[in-house]
């Protein structure tokens, strides 16, 4: 069974912290790399993607990534009690090659940012 | 551009009804994926259909159907509903065509389906 494990929380941070939310997955064959925020009663929304090992930056947010030890995280600079919802990482399967697209999800990190 | 449609936003059925569920995907998407969100299991991959094709299924019994048409909307049928089977359905839809790896989903608001 491919597993998708991200801890539950709260995270609480303080309003200007950096919040750090992680995220391990069982596939090695992973290729694809998704962080998704849900609000609470709303459908997730897509927030950054990674394919390639390191980091990627985009605004407050950066997603890293390290293939060898299976673990991706997202970072949140400055956060705001508006980034307050929950943080679903998603992996893409490899199922069966070029005929299939699949995203494995985490059950999700709720972030707490406190004034 | 529309985002990902689903209709309608919130059911109402009783045991042993069933209910079909609506989804019309981003304009030019022709991926379209079915996910179920309950607190305790959170999102569990329904199916995925692209091209009026079902490429993969997920762990769901065989009263779980959907179906895509050639506009690639997308519906998705519970026969036989069970109380259970409450949750929120979100479809996706994602630009994808062959490969596997580079395409992100973007999700509907879903519909809520009570079962009582």
């Known amino acids: 069974q491919k597993e998708v494990e991200q801890n539950s929380g709260p995270l609480s941070v303080p309003e200007g912290a950096i919040a750090s939310l992680n995220c391990t997955y069982s596939d090695r064959g992973s290729q694809s790399f998704f962080w998704y925020r849900q609000y609470s009663g709303k459908s997730p929304e897509l927030i950054m993607f990674?394919?390639?090992?390191g980091d990627k930056e985009d605004g407050r947010f950066t997603a890293q990534l390290n293939k060898a030890s299976q673990y991706v995280s997202l970072l949140i600079r400055d956060s705001q009690p508006s980034d307050s919802a929950t943080y679903l990482c998603?992996?893409?399967?490899?199922?069966?090659?070029?005929?299939?697209?699949?995203?494995?999800f985490g059950t999700g990190t709720r972030l707490q940012v406190t004034l | 551009k529309a985002g990902v449609t689903q209709t309608p936003r919130y059911l109402i059925k009783t045991r042993g009804q069933q209910v079909t569920l609506s989804c019309s995907p981003i304009?030019?998407?022709?991926?379209v994926s079915w996910y179920q969100q309950t607190p305790g299991q959170g999102l569990q991959f329904l199916f995925e259909?692209?091209?009026?094709?079902?490429?993969n299924k997920g762990n769901f019994p065989g009263r779980f159907s959907g179906r895509q048409f050639s506009n690639s909307r997308s519906e998705m049928n519970v026969s036989t509903l069970e109380l259970g089977d409450s949750a929120l359905y979100l479809c996706?839809?994602?630009?994808?065509?062959?490969?596997?790896?580079?395409?992100?989903?973007?999700f509907g608001n879903g519909t809520r389906l009570t079962v009582t």
């Open positions: 259909y692209f091209s009026e094709t079902q490429r």
């Open positions: 996706a839809s994602s630009s994808t065509t062959h490969t596997v790896y580079n395409s992100p989903l973007h």
């Open positions: 990674i394919y390639s090992n």
């Open positions: 998603a992996v893409n399967e490899r199922i069966n090659t070029g005929t299939a697209s699949k995203l494995t």
């Open positions: 304009s030019g998407h022709r991926s």
